[in-house]
Nanobody
């Protein structure tokens, strides 16, 4: 069974940066579309950034464009989310997710239901 383990969350002041990592145990990691989602208290989970298996296509939530960057290192079975210029409204639990049932898709899926494997989440708190 595929496992995803997030790390890198924490407390940061507004304007600061954090880098989230998500490591996968899957030997076929390089074939998956991967995504970062977040859920703030009292809100629905939303797609923050997604990336195709090759990294050739990415998709971002409008409110993070220009501040967040998703990337992946298939040799290390890891996907990253670099978050710069953080704002208090970025405070949430951030989840890594994978589409494991479709290999080598050119689709940077953005809908939660399209992802079948999830990490446990990592808390990101941005203070004002």
């Amino acid at each position: 069974q595929v496992q995803l383990v997030e790390s890198g969350g924490g407390l940061v002041q507004a304007g600061g940066s954090l880098r989230l990592s998500c490591a996968s145990s899957a030997r076929t990691f390089s074939a998956y579309t991967m995504g970062w989602f977040r859920q703030a208290p009292g809100k629905e989970r939303e797609s923050v950034a997604t990336i195709t298996w090759s990294g050739g296509d990415t998709h971002y939530l409008d409110s993070v464009k220009g501040r967040f960057t998703i990337s992946r290192d298939n040799a290390k079975n890891t996907v990253y989310l670099q978050m710069n210029s953080l704002k208090p409204e970025d405070t949430a639990v951030y989840y890594c997710a994978a589409v494991t049932k479709t290999f080598y898709s050119g689709n940077a899926y953005t809908r939660e239901y399209e992802y079948d494997t999830w990490g446990q989440g990592t808390q990101v708190t941005v203070s004002s």
